[in-house]
């Protein structure tokens, strides 16, 4: 591969390090102007500023002033489902309740049904279109999960649908098993029947290596505490990471449990209180918010300065879903956060690189513009961070490069 030189950029931006930044170093980035970056074989070799970029043969690319990041990572999001349930938003907006509609037998059940009854090829276009609109938004990491299936069967075709776009698609997809995202209505009187299925179903997944991560929706009317730890214990056991959907409408102690487990992430965490949010910071895991959430449901933000004072270390992700959120715009997240919550841009920029790629286990390789790691970075159409934030829901995303591969060239995909 030819060596590949990006001279001539007005804002480089980007987090340094290998381990997750919590509390004050979250907003401590790295920001060069008139900045060089050097890619051989897929692997940045140098960031620098300056005329150093010159003595270097290869591709060049004038970057022309303008502002690069290393690629976006969302590491929460629920991919592969099919149908919409636009009906359950408008009910939601005349006042009924998430958990109440779930109770129903609606919401995430509802997308149970549809995901049963559709077809392996349907799936797998549904998720790689959403796949292409991420790209062209940047974001060159996404964790996906399963989950709308419950049944073994179609939990394996959600996760085989992950595998095959794995293959297929130029983004680092990790795949997480969500067997535990609610009781399934055929097992509403046999909870305990219910958890050994996920226990048998975990057994084949590990053996097919379909997914690395098992997650579980830890809520009141869901899975309880303490089914929650027997499922993640075993998950454990089998040799996956964990993670938890903890908190999110209810304390159901979720965050304590991610704490006490040693969680990759816990997600949500809106009930959560300060003392379940130090204790993660020690154990740590990487404290996971999820504001467009938090606007679709029309719910408090996560306190996300009360997390980053108790010392956590915060991803933002989509939490992308057919409910609670029907956006995978990471963008609006980020925007969102600094608007809403009082994270700055460089904190949020942190939270969409660095912490995320250390909770998914790559941030050897990703989450920051370093020598050694690969070279995910995006170039957009401004000169300088605070204009991404300020140009709330436009695209400036110009070129995407994931391996040192041009995967976006001026807005349109390669
Ligand atoms: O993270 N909270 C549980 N799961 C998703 C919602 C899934 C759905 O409503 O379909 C979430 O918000
Ligand atoms: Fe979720």
Not at 41 to 55: Q, V
Not at 66 to 72: C, D
């Amino acid at each position: 591969m030819e060596r590949l030189i990006v001279y001539n950029i007005g804002t480089l931006a980007t987090p340094i390090g290998s381990g997750p930044k919590g509390g004050a170093a979250m907003k401590a980035i790295k920001i060069l102007n008139d900045a060089y970056l050097v890619i051989e074989n897929g692997k940045f070799t140098e960031a620098g500023s300056g005329a150093g970029y010159k003595k270097y043969q290869g591709k060049k690319i004038d970057a022309q002033g303008r502002l690069v990041t290393p690629g976006l990572i969302d590491a929460h999001n629920h991919l592969i489902f099919a149908g919409s349930r636009e009906h359950e938003f408008r009910k939601r907006l005349e006042g009924a309740s998430y958990l109440d509609i779930l109770a129903a037998g609606g919401g995430i059940l509802e997308t149970v049904e549809k995901t049963r009854a559709a077809g392996f090829d349907m799936l797998y276009d549904e998720a790689a279109e959403t796949l292409e609109k991420m790209l062209l938004l940047g974001i060159s990491v996404i964790e996906a999960k399963s989950g709308y299936g419950l049944d073994q069967d179609t939990e394996l075709k959600q996760l085989k649908v992950i595998k095959q776009l794995k293959k297929n698609c130029p983004q680092h997809i990790i795949a997480t098993y969500l067997g535990a995202h609610a009781i399934p209505s055929e097992y509403k009187q046999n909870r305990k029947g219910y958890i050994d299925i996920i226990k048998e179903t975990m057994e084949v997944i590990k053996r097919e290596s379909l997914a690395e991560f098992c997650d579980v929706f830890c809520e009141e009317g869901v899975f309880s505490y303490e089914e929650s730890k027997e499922i993640l214990v075993r998950a454990k056991e089998l040799g996956f990471k964990i993670r938890i959907h903890a908190d999110e409408m209810t304390n159901s102690g979720g965050a304590r449990l991610a704490a006490e487990l040693d969680c990759s992430f816990a997600d949500h965490l809106l009930a959560s209180v300060s003392e379940d949010f130090t204790a993660m910071a020690e154990s740590d895991v990487v404290l996971v918010a999820l504001p467009l959430t938090s606007f679709v449901l029309d719910k408090p933000f996560a306190r996300i300065r009360e997390m980053i004072a108790c010392n956590g270390a915060l991803a933002l992700a989509t939490d992308y879903n057919p409910g609670s959120c029907p956006s995978y715009n990471l963008h609006l997240v980020m925007q969102t956060a600094v608007i809403k919550t009082g994270m700055t841009p460089a904190e949020v920029l942190t939270a969409v690189t660095l912490n995320p790629a250390y909770g998914l286990g790559l941030v050897e390789s990703k989450g920051s513009i370093e020598t050694g790691k690969d070279a995910d970075f995006i170039i957009f159409n401004c000169s300088n961070l605070d204009y991404f934030f300020y140009r709330l829901g436009e695209n400036l995303v110009r070129d995407v490069y994931i391996r040192g591969i041009n995967v976006v060239n001026n807005g349109r995909i390669v």
